[in-house]
């Protein structure tokens, strides 16, 4: 009933393909891939420096290549909606100026990695990018690209290794190159994902605690709404401007420093809507952590709970939902054997995710097909590994 998607190695053959064919029959010498990830639950508190508890998904991006004995770079990706054209080539000059963003977008996670790379000057390549992770669905396709990316350069050019600056030279790439303010959590769990494991990442410290979830008779259901808001980039700047506002009035480093009874004191200070958004990621933030104890108590109807609680604050509070993530969430929760469901990722659009009993599976899809007014798309997923390196 699920959407199948690629596996990795069929993934990381059409690549090879694809290689041969721009390249003159060719064979890459690297291969490598990074998951996208499905947050379960912790949305928008890790620009807020709070906690999140992701997972990484079966879904990934896929690099093959070569190093070249120049400085010229020709990448290729095969992501049919990644916008045109879908090779670029630049020379790898000494001043930043060839990695500066452009057009096609796409490019610019290869670019931003390739300028925020933490090791001797990368010399020239060709690579081709394929991928798994649908785009604008909410599940990272971004960070996945870009600790894709990284783990490819660190084949052909070692740096020293360590995980958590690999993660955060992938965020710097997407704030300097694509513009996004984003938190740390989707680098991180894509280059730190564990197999059978969600992270509870304390996105402060960068410290990430693994929390099991691998239980045989429960299956995560990623929901994909298949619609994109057009407010998803503006308004994420907006929400995190207002955060910036309440803890700057609150007179904290960050929200994740705040109470629900600090912000009750200041409440005659906010107006109503930085209110809210600070209501929102300091519950959000404590739902987290109560989430993954009830995760390693087995708790999956507390943890199903916290879900919705979760969603529906990031609905009312931070406005960030929209009628077909309700839709779905709703007639998610309405199936016996679902413990939870909320939206994940920015918003707007993209995809819920959905906790539930394995065997009620078959009966959430078509239940979900038959009240969703779009046409959903369905990934039965597990917990996977992070990036690596491909035989």
Known sequence: MASSFSSVSELAAAARRLYGQVFGGESPQVAVCAPGRVNLIGEHTDYNLGFVLPMALPLVTVVVGSQTSGQDVTVVTATEDADEPHRVDFILSG???????????????????IHHYRAPPVSGFKAVIASSVPLGGGLSSSASLEVAFYTFLQQLKPDDGDKVSKAVACQKAEHTHAHVPCGIMDQFVSVLGRERHALLIDCRS??????????????????NSNVKHSLAGSEYAVRREQCEKAAAILGKPSLRDATMKDLEGVRDRLDEVTYQRAHHVIGEIERTIQAADALKRAAYEEFGKLMVESHNSLRDLYEVSCKELDELVAAAMEVEGVFGSRMTGGGFGGCTVTLLQAQATDKTILHLKE????????????????ARVLS
């Open 206 to 223: 960068l410290e990430a605690t693994p929390v099991p979830l691998a239980d045989p008779g429960l299956v995560i259901l990623i929901t």
């Open 371 to 386: 009240r969703y007014s779009g046409t959903p798309t369905f990934y039965v997923t597990t917990p996977s590994e992070g």
């Open 95 to 113: 001043d930043a100026s060839s990695l500066s963003p452009g057009l096609p977008s796409w490019a610019n996670y290869v670019k931003g990695v």
